[in-house]
């Protein structure tokens, strides 16, 4: 394992933001992964865990503890079966799923990140989450003080969640199985409206797969959603905040107000999610209340291709980037009495 002290952590996250850890290891393999975790809890040290960086906001002030970077290797691939190591690229995983002819994660391609860190969000974009495909998480359980295999079901897979971000102190995530889909090169049934319109097929077609991996790229790439370390309009964390999901009565509420504010014949998305609730856009709702692409004067803006990105233009302190988060959530709370929830995980800070 690489030690070092006193380590810059902001080049460690797509944001480039935050201060220094106390203490930063680089694990290569799972034995050294649980070997820090053991260290750490051992002597009550608080454990950071990094894998690609692209869901951290990390305070200015740093992090008095051991962040622990997990950099393992492994992509094993056997007939339609996956697993990876938490530490593999998890683009580049995508992108050998598809050279191989395999469908199921075609539509995740250019998410920035580690493998380890899909299960723990339940990543989703272009119709597809890695909870369909997922059948396996092995993780070390710090509380029991072992190695564990979750099934799926075990997961609790919902909207950008699951069970390791229930209990984000207690599960390390090691490796993920898939169970992807041999479909002759072809691609998963296309779900989202905006790929089947671009690659001109109905809802539910296929296509090759390597097409809709291209074809999501561009869509991502043309919204800043493809990390450029050249491109300050894409050090970001993505999407900033997830979609509302809200219940009957809150979306007659929020119906109303967007009545009130645009007019009666304007409609806001709405994707029923089959519980008797309604998610909307988070994009649709951020513009709508007055913050639109490229806003902001500062240091931190939003993307100037998208409105849900939150960016750093090359100086920005984190402190910069939480003052535009707040800004943002305020003023749509004041327009439309909704609430929206950041994305990425907060370290040492919070809105």
């Known amino acids: ?16 933001l935050g201060g220094n850890a106390a203490r930063l290891v680089t694990a290569t393999t799972d034995d050294e992964v649980i070997a820090a975790v053991r260290a750490a809890d051992a002597s009550g040290t608080p454990l950071l865990i990094i894998g690609g960086g692209s869901n951290l906001v990390i305070g200015d002030k740093g992090f008095e503890g051991t962040a622990l970077r997990i950099a ?11 697993t990876l190591a938490a530490g593999e ?5 995508v992108a050998r799923t598809v050279e191989a002819g395999l469908a199921g994660v075609e539509c995740l391609a250019g998410i920035p990140g580690s493998a380890g860190a899909t299960p723990i969000q339940n990543v989703g974009a272009y119709g597809q ?20 295999t979750l099934t799926n079901a075990e997961c609790d897979f919902s909207y950008r969640h699951s069970r390791f971000k229930e209990h984000p102190d207690r599960y390390v995530v090691l490796r993920v199985r898939f169970a992807l889909e041999d479909a002759d090169g072809l691609s998963a049934p296309i779900k989202y409206p905006e790929t089947a319109r671009v690659l001109g097929v109905e809802a539910g077609d296929r296509v090759p797969a390597a097409t809709a991996r291209e074809t999501v790229l561009k869509l991502r790439a043309g919204k800043g959603m493809v990390l450029d370390p050249e491109d ?5 964390a993505g999407s900033f905040f997830t979609n509302p999901i809200l219940t009957a009565e809150e979306y007659r509420e929020f119906v109303d107000r967007v009545h009130e504010r645009l007019g009666a014949d ?45 960016t750093n233009r090359g100086a920005a302190t984190t402190e910069d980037l939480l003052a535009l988060a707040r800004e943002v959530r305020d003023g749509v709370r004041a327009a439309f009495g909704v609430t ?12």
Do not use: C
């Open 89 to 93: 690229n998890w683009s580049e995983a």
């Open 232 to 236: 300050h309009d894409t050090w970001s």
């Open 340 to 351: 929206l929830v950041n994305e990425p995980v907060m370290v040492g800070v919070g809105l």
């Open 129 to 148: 989450e890695v909870s369909a495909t997922i059948t396996e998480v092995i993780a070390f359980d710090r509380q029991a003080d072992e190695t564990v």
């Open 1 to 16: 394992m690489q030690e070092l002290h006193d380590a810059p952590l902001a080049p460690l996250t797509t944001f480039r």
């Open 266 to 310: 304007v409609m806001p998305p709405a994707f029923p999610t089959g519980d008797g609730r309604t998610k909307t856009s988070a994009a649709w709702v951020i513009d709508k209340a007055g913050f639109t692409k490229g806003y902001g004067e500062g240091p931190a803006r939003i993307s100037t291709k998208h409105t849900l990105a939150l």
């Open 72 to 82: 393992t290797r492994g992509f094993d691939l056997d007939g339609t079966a996956l």
